[in-house]
């Protein structure tokens, strides 16, 4: 089956600072990468849509600058959120794509003190 | 605008019993409708997709059943098991063989009672 692994699931950092989660899809080629936010309320907000040998397309209220993400190969994507702040809690999700289903890893956590 | 709606927000039935999850879209054009299941500090999980050319989807315990026409799906769970106790999300996207943006709705809490 179509497995995504998702690295660290959980992370604490302090106001400010920046921190880097990682996305493997397991099993399959991934023809794209999606990153989610997931709020405490456990709606989604979708940051950006990432195919490999295309430019990496962020939604209206992310940016690059703040969300970096590298997807160096089809199995393999990472994303930092740079200076972060309370706002930027939240379950992060990588969703990997295999024939148009998008799989999920099981998140990142993201707390900020 | 909130393009994909859920209701209720929260449902509880009994063990055995038929649980009915409602979804509803704006966008005519989503044309692929997948229904995840999530359980509390996991991802969600893909349980049951359909697209926008067939009325009815089923796999197992689980139904899907669209209306094209009104905008409207709906996830059938029969016999519900405790275990199948969970958040479920109906999601929609337009399917064009690139990249899929899905847009979420807010979730169904689903309780099952023993």
């Known amino acids: 089956g179509a497995l995504v692994y998702q690295y660290p699931r959980r992370t604490i950092c302090k106001s400010g600072t920046s921190m880097r989660m990682e996305c493997q899809a397991v099993?399959?080629?991934?023809?794209?990468v999606a990153w989610y936010r997931q709020s405490p309320q456990k709606t989604f907000e979708l940051i950006a849509l990432?195919?490999?040998?295309?430019?990496?397309?962020?939604e209206q209220n992310f940016t690059q600058e703040k969300f970096p993400i590298s997807h160096p190969n089809l199995s393999f994507s990472s994303m930092t959120v740079l200076n972060a702040y309370l706002e930027d809690r939240g379950l992060y999700l990588c969703?990997?794509?295999?024939?148009?289903?998008?799989?999920f890893g099981p998140g990142t956590r993201l707390t900020v003190l | 605008q909130q393009q994909v709606r859920q209701s209720p927000q929260s449902l509880t039935v009994w063990e055995g019993e038929t649980a009915i999850l409602n979804c509803s879209y704006e966008?005519?054009?989503?044309?692929?409708f997948p229904w995840y299941q999530q359980f509390p500090g996991e991802g969600p999980a893909l349980l049951i997709s359909?697209?926008?050319?067939?009325d009815k989807k089923e796999d197992g315990r689980f139904t899907i059943f669209f209306n094209k026409r009104e905008k409207k799906l709906s996830l059938h769970i029969t016999d519900s098991q405790p275990g199948d106790s969970a958040t479920y999300f109906c999601?929609?996207?337009?399917?064009?063989?690139?990249?899929?943006?899905?847009?979420f709705g807010k979730g169904t809490q689903l309780i099952i009672q023993p």
């Open positions: 990432s195919t490999v040998n295309s430019a990496i397309k962020y």
């Open positions: 099993g399959f080629q991934a023809t794209s």
């Open positions: 969703g990997a794509s295999l024939r148009a289903e998008q799989f």
């Open positions: 359909i697209s926008s050319v067939s």
């Open positions: 999601a929609a996207s337009v399917r064009t063989g690139g990249a899929d943006r899905l847009t």
């Open positions: 966008d005519s054009t989503f044309n692929y």
